[in-house]
Each structure stands twice: as C-alpha cells, then as structure tokens.
C-alpha cells in the first residue's frame, strides 16, 4: 500500500495551478463579517455557544444520527438537526465568502459552491442509505488493510465521516483502514480538514485538495472506491468521469459504492408524471411505458465502457438503444423521462424519487409523436417505432444525448 | 454665412455655442420641447440670448418665414428626428441639410451608431447632406471619419460626436459652406444596410446565433438609452449594460449555460463560439455586477441563460408544469 497514505496528519495538499486556499480577498473585513454572518443566518443556526463546544456538539450530533440510521429509527429531523450542527460548525469556520461561493464547471463536470454543497446533509434517503451500507461494510475490513477513497466528497464528506466516528465510538472501526478524502475546493478543503481534526480523526483519514480525475495512485491500491459525484439521471456532475479513472485503480475484489446506477428511458405525459396535486407516498404513475435500459453503471460495467472519441477531443460513451413502441398512442404528448435507481450496497437502494439524484430527469428535446409549438435548436422528432441511441457526454456538463438511429 | 441648427437635445449644444462664438448662428429651431432635455437646451439658449423657434410639425410655414426673417443660408438638422414636409424640402431648395453618421448610403435610418456599434465597427463617418424627400437620400455635401473606441457605448459615442461637431462644420464652413457642390451618393447597393430605430428583436440576445463578440457590441449598443441587451432568467428579463469576451474553456456547453460563478473570473456564460463574462446587469432590482448577481439571486453553475424575446418552450409548448421545469433547470 502507498506509504504515504500512512502519514498522521491530515494534509490539504494544494494544486500548484490554483492558488485559491492561499487567496487573500481584497474585501473589507466587515464586508466578509457580514457576509458570513449572512450565511449564518440564511442556515438558522446561529449559535450563541462558543467555538470550543463545535467538537463535542459535532460529536454527540453525528453519534446520534448514525446511530438512529443504524438502527431504522431515523426521521427527516434527525437529518435537519444534523445540518443544523454540521452547518454552524461551516459558519464558525469563517471562510471568506468569495472562497466558499466560487462555483465552476470543468473538464469533467460541475462542482457546486460548498455553500450549496453542505446542503446534501438534507437529503436523508441518500445519506441514511450510505450511512447504513458503510456501518455494515466497514467493519468487515477489520482482519485487513483497506483503503477506502471518497473523491469529490464535499465539505462534510457526508456519505462516509459520521460513519467513522460512530464505528471507532463502537469499536468497530477496523484499525488498518485509510481514507483518502478528495475535493477540487479549495473552501470545501479547509471544511474537511477542520472537520476530521474535530473529530480526531487524522490518524486515518488524509485530506487531498485536486481533481478527482487527477488523483494518482498504484493500479489495484483502492479497495473502496466511494463516489457520489452526480445530479437526477447521472447529470451534469462528474460521477462517471471519476468512476471510469478510478477503474484501474480499484483492486480484484474491491468495492464500489453504490455497485450500480440503473438508468433507464421512460416515455410518459407530463401531467401524470408530475401532477398538478402532488402524489401520495408510494404512488406511481401508472401511465409510464417503459422502453428499456439506457446505462447500468457498475464494477464490471466500467470495464466494458464503449468510448467513442470526437474529432475535437470530446469523448462520449455509447449507451444502449432503445425502441419507441410502435402502437404508441399519439394522441397525447409524450416526453422522455430518465429514471434513476441506485442500488448502494446488496440491499440497500435509494429508490425513484427517494432523493433528489433519484428523480427522474425529463429531456425537453425529445418530442415523441408530436412537433414542438416552437422548435429549438437541438430538438430530436421521434415517430413511434423509432430508435433511440444514447451516449454520455463526459465534457463540461455530463448527461445522456439521445440520437435518433435510422432504420437497418 | 449664418446656420439655422433644428434639433431636439443637447447634444447640440457645442455646434450651437461654437456658431454663436463665431457669429454664424441665426437661430435654433427646437423640436419636441416637452422633454427635459430640448427644455433644458431652450434654457441654455435662452441664456445666451440665442433666438429660438419651436418646430410644429403643423406649421412648417412658420419656419419658412422665420428662416426668411433671419436671412439663414441653411438649416442644419442635427440630433434630429422630426421629417420635414416635402413641401418645405422642395421651397428650401438645398438649403436643408442634415448630419447623418453614417457613410451613406450605409446605415440610412433612424439610428446608424446602435447597428455600427452593434456590428463591431472600428470607425464611422459622419455626413453633412442635403435632405430630399426620401431620408438619408440627397446629395452630400461634405464628409468626415470619426474612430469609435472598442468600450464605446451609444450614448459616449454620441457625446463624443457632439464634441466633434463643432470642428466638422467648421472644416466644412472653411472648405467653402454652401459653396461645396453636392454630390450625388452611390447607388445604393443590395449589402447596404438600412439603420432603423431598433426594436425589440434587435435589442435581445439570441444566444444560439449571436456569438461572443457579438454580445459585448450589442450590450455597448444599448447602453445606456435602450437599458441594456436583453436577456431572459427563468422567465424574467435581465439587461446587460457590459461585458467582455473572455478565455476560459467552454467544454462544449449549450449557448448561454453558466460556466463559473467566483472571484475573481465573475460571471462567466458559455456563447457558441467562446465565453463571455457578464459585468454589468439591470435589472427592476437594480444594477448589479454580473457576479454579484449571481450570488445575490443564488444562480447555480450549469443553469442557462435564455434568449430574447424569450423562447423557452414551456412557456408556449402547453408542457407548462413547474415541477419538471424546476427539475429541468
């Protein structure tokens, strides 16, 4: 195993070309007082307890959440209490605005602000999935070493540190695992760091501030790879992208989380997908009509990627095609629908509409059985028993292109 | 020789002092007297003791009388956008001229500086010609180049010309006055284009057609009178006053998506053809830097910015639903 992730402290090793973290912002200090004092505000969770009480209210807050998780006694207040605590703890830290709103899309995809991102705190069927899956996994690597990596973890690395701190409160945290947090902020790096300091957790986890795509290590060193790095309907975020570089880096028998993204087309009226009156739990539309898979993202799928490079350098990845029933009723307007299921680890799935990267993303452009009232660049006019080719499109804003695919 | 100038602002007011200082004012004939600025010119002149005569488009033999009272051997239209009848045009014979910045026939119309703006030029001319009955027609009479800056905007560039007009009719004054023969103007040619007041389509950023460069000559061409190049944000519309192309990689986004929201890049949108940063926006909340409102109304990298007149299709397509257009953004 790489020595280096062995070292006790907790790094936040800076991109030579981006000199963010070391930033001074030319702004007046009651300027940034203010704008983090807004923050604190726009979060309520104003605290009037002092610095030195963040570790132990971390603490005791997170011990009480995964604990709840662990044992299926969670509610969304848990999750809410949870942000409150996680958020104050951000506040305190008083990074300058400017550092910690910046928000860009690169190579691979877009990386939201920390202000923005701290949120994912909130979304409890995806958090409480993870947090359930890695109790349960974590302690089984207590007879080897492992090194767990998290690219693009965020300023919390939500999925995965509350997890560490209750084990190791248990016991049940395995003595030779490593963690390697990874996140291109610079203000998402500075919460981490502090974060894992907070909960003493620098023997084990180290703290990198890059690219996920640029993290290097020996092909077969990670044994968990885990990533959640993605929008509804594998969108606009890099999730794909760092799965695909992590690939060589995964060894024989490591674990990917979630093991499988399931994307699927759906063809479906507006008004009975998203009505008017929202849906009872557990509901469904009963009007969709399913045409097939369109990418199962997994361990042994990302060995068997097909990567399609363009002229200009882009790359895409070609995806399944699917059919348009042939009989389908062209009376009303049908658009197309990806829909989301992730299944994190045996189990233990976030399930459509579950969380917000479970929704299913509809694609406008695609006009099934009708003509658009006012066409736009880009539209595609699918007739019924027409087929549809789907690639992803890993540059700038990743997300799946429907192509229309001409009869044989 | 002594000038008649018709106008309706300020902006003639270094043409007229010049003429006054030089003693070749006769008059000025004010057009449209109920706006703050053509009052605030009648004051100015009133001040100075300069004679001024209120154009009634119904009453165009007034001012053939009062042309005749105060023996001017032209009138000079200048900032002007009243027509005069035919009828004046044909008693008055050659002696009613007009400043057009245009080299005509190019740019004939109401507003020659927003399209050569708009269009990126790096120069203009103005024109001194003769008005026949169809405008921007007669015989010229007299032209001269004039630089516009790259930061420009319509109305610096008009400030500019109204300090330089002065020196223009003077030159034309030294080079004989109404003594130059007119000439005659090119035949107008099928890739002369016409310079109408701009309208609402002319005003909006497409940003499927327009690219970078055109964006930041548009935005320069609005501002200030129009308000702005207009644009559209989840239906509401925001004017852009500035913005500057820029070198960031665009990573084949659509037109229009937002790339980086930071400091110290600011606001920056992908365009078909590049980036473009937006610095300066209006809006009914005020005018904000492009980042500021960015941060300030909490857009989100990835989110798209729409054309003008607003096109996005859930607003006609009867696919209107605001929970897929929200899951859309």
Known sequence: MDTALRQRNVQATLLSEDHNSEQTFSFHPSLLASLNQQLRTSLTSVSSESEKNWPER????????????????????????????????????????????????????????????????????????????????????AERECHLVYPACGPFAPLLLPVLHYLREQQLLPENLQVTLIDIHPAAIQSLAALVESLQLQEMVK???????????????????????????????????????????????????????????????????????????????????????????????????????????????????????????????????????????????????????????????????????????????????????????KQGLPGFLPVYVEPA | MKLIIATQTSLALPLIQDLYARQQLAAVWLYDVTGDDSRQLATQC?????????????????????????????????????????????ALQGKLLNIHASDLPQWRGADPLFWQIGEGAESGCLTLHQIAEQADTGDILYQQMFNIHPYDTHQSLNISLSQYMPLFIGQWLSAGGMDCKPQPQRKFQSEDKPAPRPDIKSTGINWQQQGCLDIFHLARACNPQLGGAAFSFNQDVLYLLEATPVEHPRYGLAAGTIVHIGEPEGLLVACHDGVLRLDII????????????????????????????????????????????????
């Open chain 1, 58 to 141: 971390i603490s005791n807050v997170l011990l009480n959440s995964v604990s709840h998780v662990v044992s299926n006694s969670s509610d969304i207040n848990l999750f809410q209490q949870c942000f409150q605590e996680l958020a104050g703890f951000y506040c305190s830290l008083d990074i300058p605005a400017p550092l910690r709103q910046r928000q860009f899309i690169n190579n691979n995809g877009l990386v939201m602000s920390p202000d923005y991102a701290i949120r994912t705190v909130l979304d409890s069927a995806r958090v409480g999935t993870f947090w359930q899956a890695l109790s349960s996994i974590l302690p089984q690597y």
């Open chain 1, 207 to 393: 703290v990198l501030h890059q690219d996920a795509c640029d993290y290097q290590a020996e092909n077969g060193s990670v044994d968990i790879l885990l990533v959640e790095a993605m929008q509804h309907g594998l969108s606009r975020e890099g999730h794909l992208n760092i799965c695909q570089h992590f690939a060589p880096l995964l060894a024989e028998d490591a674990l990917l989380l979630p093991e499988k993204i399931s994307i699927r087309a759906v063809l479906t009226q507006a008004d009975d997908e998203f009505p008017a009156k929202p849906r009872e739990a557990g509901e469904r539309n009963t009007q969709r009509v399913d045409i097939g898979p369109v990418l199962e993202l997994s361990r042994e799928s990302l060995r068997q990627l097909d990567l399609v490079r363009l002229n200009d350098g882009s790359e895409l990845i070609r995806c399944q095609q699917v059919q348009v029933p042939a009989d389908l009723n062209t009376t009303i307007e049908h658009i197309l629908l990806l829909t989301t299921e992730m299944q994190v680890y045996q189990d233990l799935s976030v399930t459509e509409y579950a969380s917000g990267i479970t929704h299913p993303l509809p694609d406008l452009s695609v006009c099934i059985g009708f003509e658009p009232h006012n066409p736009q660049p880009g539209d595609l006019l699918i007739k019924p028993g027409d087929s549809i080719l789907f690639y992803y499109r």
């Open chain 2, 46 to 90: 009133a001040m100075l003791g300069i004679g001024v005569q209120v154009m009634d488009p119904e009453k165009p033999e007034a001012l053939l009388q009062h042309q005749s009272v105060q023996q001017a051997d032209a009138i000079v239209s200048c900032y002007l956008s009243f027509l005069f009848p035919p009828a004046m045009v044909q």
């Open chain 2, 282 to 329: 209006y809006l009914a909340a005020g005018i904000f830097s492009g980042l500021r409102f960015a941060e300030r109304y909490q857009l989100q990298v990835g989110q798209s910015f729409d054309s003008y007149p607003i096109t996005k299709r859930e607003k006609l397509d009867g696919r209107n639903n605001s929970q897929y257009n929200e899951l859309c953004r």
